[in-house]
């Protein structure tokens, strides 16, 4: 029996507003109750700082080492993490963990953005810009690396730096932009890898759920449930799912995430498969 274990992230990492802390609480209490799985906090909520990289980091480095802490002994137990963040920035410390750990996997990243910016390319200073580059070794976090970037297939950009074009047309990166066959094309460039999935919930048309950055021609639901029944066809050893709002503006009235769990389905049976259930409703809380 192979156990699925439920972490929410709370800490503050490169938040612009504060709608993505209580954004990831909601999608973790959905998935919880879906599922029947008890959920593990890790990180204290604070206000968005909207500052620039090494600001950000420096201030979400504690949330960040105990989120790494707990996918850590997530995976030496050999269990799946399924993992609420608020920020992609947040995966600075889960890649390098899902690397260690299972150097064979493909990492699928669904973002409207490639996150392969470093502090010496990216124009905006954006630490969540950076969120493979440092996982993949492009800079030095101090969050560790070891993510190949040939176990990395992007899925959905449409809004790309200069350094990043440079890498995806250099063959160091597989993208699969949105478009006609998507799914035969993802099938392809996952090879029949085990796959550990990012899902920023920018990479879907604007207007279907609340996120911080909004792109144009992105994915549809149909378009991201053809996209989980590929990636259930092979082993799926992990989803994290990142920047959902719980409401269109400060203040708003909230927004269910239910809807995007739905089209994760055929990914959260496959993540599922063989569960030992935790006790239901129990919170562990990691400060």
């Not at 099938?187 to 999935?197: L, S």
């Not at 082993?235 to 995430?257: D, K, M, R, T, Y």
């Given at each position: 029996m192979t156990e699925v274990a439920i972490t929410l992230f709370q800490g503050r990492v490169a938040d612009h507003n504060n709608l993505a802390i209580p954004g990831a609480k909601s999608v973790a209490r959905v998935l919880g109750e879906q599922l029947d799985l008890a959920v593990t906090v890790v990180g204290t909520p604070a206000p968005a700082l909207h500052e620039g990289w090494q600001v950000e980091l420096d201030a979400a480095k504690p949330g960040l080492r105990a989120l790494a802490e707990q996918l850590d002994a997530v995976f030496a137990r050999h269990a799946r993490p399924l993992t609420a963040l608020n920020r992609c920035a947040a995966s600075l410390a889960t890649l390098p963990v899902v690397a260690r750990h299972r150097p064979d996997a493909c990492v699928v990243w669904l973002d409207a953005h490639a996150d392969l910016n470093t502090p010496a390319t990216s124009s905006s200073g954006y630490l969540g810009g950076m969120a493979i580059s440092g996982p993949a070794g492009l800079w030095t976090s101090g969050l560790g690396a070891g993510l190949a970037l040939s176990n990395v297939v992007l899925v959905g950009q449409r809004d790309l730096d200069p350094a990043e074009i440079h890498l995806i047309e250099s063959g160091a990166v597989t993208h699969l932009p949105v478009g006609a066959g998507l799914d035969q094309r993802l099938?392809?460039?996952?090879?029949?890898?085990?796959?550990?999935?990012h899902l920023d919930c920018d990479v879907l048309d604007p207007g279907i759920v609340p996120t911080d950055y909004v792109s144009d021609n992105g994915l549809s639901l149909y378009d991201l449930?053809?996209?989980?029944?590929?990636?259930?066809?092979?082993?799926?050893?992990?989803?994290?799912?990142?920047?959902?709002?719980?409401?269109?503006?400060?203040?708003?009235?909230?927004?269910?995430?239910?809807h995007l769990i739905d089209a994760l389905a055929p990914v959260l049976k496959a993540l599922g498969r063989s569960v030992q259930p935790q006790a239901a409703g129990q919170v562990a809380e990691h400060r």
């Open positions: 099938r392809a460039a996952v090879a029949g890898r085990a796959v550990y999935i449930r053809a996209a989980c029944l590929v990636l259930a066809e092979h082993e799926v050893i992990g989803l994290e799912i990142a920047e959902f709002q719980n409401a269109w503006e400060e203040g708003g009235e909230p927004v269910s995430p239910a």
